[in-house]
């Protein structure tokens, strides 16, 4: 009988936390929510709010057992009352909170009952595991020596075992498809360019197919000298592009040795501006502020990367060390050939999401490159870091520091311009990928203070132990909404900040023809998306969801 009260204080409570979370999981957070992604967030919050309520509900099932029955259902009932009360208001919260969004075709309420029914069923199933797993250790206890606890304990054991087996030959499987894919140059693009400027051209000392698909578009990407005075120029020179695979070479030193080779064939070191890139997790070095640069200084550039992987950022966070130190050699060696140059080119650092935070550490590994006080970089000229993942980085470290700049979108920048800032941040306010930390679990943020906030960030937006911290996880993931040729300031989607930017950051005497230049990057990426796609471009009022690498 004392079994069985348990059981019904149980299932009684995990369906009041499945039902109270189900309504919380309504709730705006960063971005806005298609019917998939508010499922993903309830059924995460309602499967974590069973697992608290059963909790709660076994611990007081001695006061069930002298109550009866009534208790339960009222709470459940009382649940019930609540989860729609507090769901419908949150799902009409989330209508104004995403203006600068545009319009959301999403159904929260389909998502939230999808999400509930499935953390339900999950509930329901590990319930059932659970209940097995007991029976067959009473049953082992019966012809075997040893309590029906132990059975359990070792039956439970040995299923969490095979199920781990079987998700990491899984997941091994799907890295392997994605290192694939990564190293798949796109069919478009498989023929090596006939540019004499970049890698993988006539007489290139890499490989056009070690560069991999990322590697493969970045050369591809590059602005000519004829498409420079085409935008109104009145002369330009051919800007030159370097990007090294991780397959080009076996080793850091020896990928960095084969850039600074490929430099000095393309003679990189005659022109005014080199910057060097970070990439993110599977190569990717973002071609618009490249571009931008190259219209702004009239081709006189060249830029170079050096790949450190093929797996998306999710999947590279244990690659940052060897990110970092790959970024730093290339700055080291850039600075060693050219110190002795009686005009030596400016040295411009660029760093997007992960390629952010890789090349942050790398100026932090020792020696340090960057004095925190005084906010100076050696070796460097100037340096601009974007959507810098959250947690501990060089972009805290001078989030207070007077002589740096730090601003969560192009109109933000400070008139006049500064002189003298080395070192420019870039981050959205509601961006989930700067915003994410797992200190969201346990401790309130700043930034979810009292309105008024950061731009974007709901104000029904609020801080809950844990559960904040799932719907930010799963914000990351839904945080790159882009639209070919669509330039907007949201969310990890920094587009129409990118050329403001580079031009404050790096030449900043030519911020004036910013306008003109946003236009010719979007007709530029509208013209790659529709070669990628095989010749038809994809309307620009259809979202296309993009990975955080991107």
Not at 29 to 44: A, D, K, N
Not at 479 to 507: E, W
Request: proline letters at 7%; glycine letters at 10%.
């Amino acid at each position: 009988m004392a079994g069985m009260t348990t059981a019904r204080s149980t299932l009684a409570g995990a369906t009041v936390g499945l039902l109270l979370a189900g309504g919380a999981s309504l709730r705006p957070s960063l971005t806005p929510r298609s019917t998939l992604h508010q499922g993903l967030v309830t059924g995460v919050m309602g499967a974590t709010g069973a697992l608290a309520g059963a909790a709660v509900g076994a611990a007081t099932a001695p006061v069930t057992r002298r109550t009866g029955t009534w208790l339960p259902t009222l709470a459940v009932g009382a649940a019930a009352v609540a989860a729609v009360v507090q769901g419908r208001k949150h799902a009409h919260a989330q209508v104004g909170s995403y203006p600068e969004w545009g319009v959301t075709e999403g159904q929260p309420a389909l998502g939230a009952l999808a999400g509930g029914a499935a953390a339900a069923g999950l509930s329901a199933g590990v319930a059932a595991i659970g209940s097995e797993l007991g029976s067959a250790g009473e049953m082992l206890s019966d012809k075997l020596p040893g309590s029906a606890a132990l059975w359990t304990t070792a039956a439970t054991g040995t299923a969490l075992g095979a199920l781990t087996i079987g998700v990491k030959t899984a997941l091994a499987r799907v890295l392997g498809g994605l290192a694939v894919s990564g190293a798949t140059v796109d069919p478009a693009l498989a023929e090596p360019p006939d540019d004499p400027y970049v890698t993988g051209g006539p007489g290139s000392l890499v490989p056009y197919d070690s560069l991999s698909r990322e590697g493969c578009r970045f050369v591809n990407w590059r602005v000519s000298a004829a498409e420079i005075r085409e935008a109104g120029a009145p002369s330009a020179a051919d800007p030159v592009r370097v990007f090294i695979g991780v397959e080009s070479a076996p080793g850091i030193t020896e990928r960095v040795e084969l850039a600074l080779a490929e430099l000095d064939r393309l003679d990189a070191w005659s022109k005014s501006y080199i910057i060097a890139v970070s990439p993110a997790g599977t190569g990717y070095a973002n071609s618009v502020p490249v571009e931008a640069l190259e219209f702004l200084t009239d081709g006189d550039c060249a830029s170079v990367a050096v790949q450190y992987g093929l797996l998306p950022s999710m999947f590279s966070l244990n690659k940052v060390d060897i990110a970092a130190q790959t970024f730093r050699e290339l700055i080291d060696r850039i600075h060693a050939r050219t110190r002795g140059m009686a005009k030596p080119p400016r040295l411009l650092l660029y760093g997007e999401s992960l390629g952010a935070e890789a090349a942050e550490h790398g100026l932090l590994m020792d020696p340090p490159l960057v004095d925190i006080p005084t906010a100076h970089m050696d070796r460097a000229d100037a340096a601009l870091f974007v959507g810098t993942p959250g947690g501990r980085s060089l972009r805290n470290d001078l989030l207070d520091n007077p002589g740096t700049v730090h601003v969560d979108r192009w109109q933000a920048l400070p008139d006049p311009l500064p002189t003298g800032i080395q070192l420019w941040f870039l981050e959205h306010d509601a961006d989930p990928v700067t915003r994410f930390d797992r200190t969201l679990m346990w401790r309130k943020p700043a930034w979810l203070g009292a309105p008024p906030r950061g731009r974007n960030i709901p104000d029904d937006m609020n801080w809950v132990p844990v559960t904040t911290w799932e719907q930010v996880l799963l914000d990351v993931a839904y945080a790159t909404q882009s639209q070919s040729g669509v330039f907007r300031s949201v969310g990890h989607d920094y587009r129409a900040d990118l050329a403001p930017l580079v031009a404050a950051a790096f030449v900043p005497d030519q911020i004036d023809r910013v306008p003109h230049i946003q236009i010719l990057l979007s007709d530029r990426e509208v013209a790659r998306d529709r070669l990628l796609a095989g010749g038809s471009a994809q309307p620009a009022d259809e979202p296309t969801q993009v990975s955080s690498d991107a």
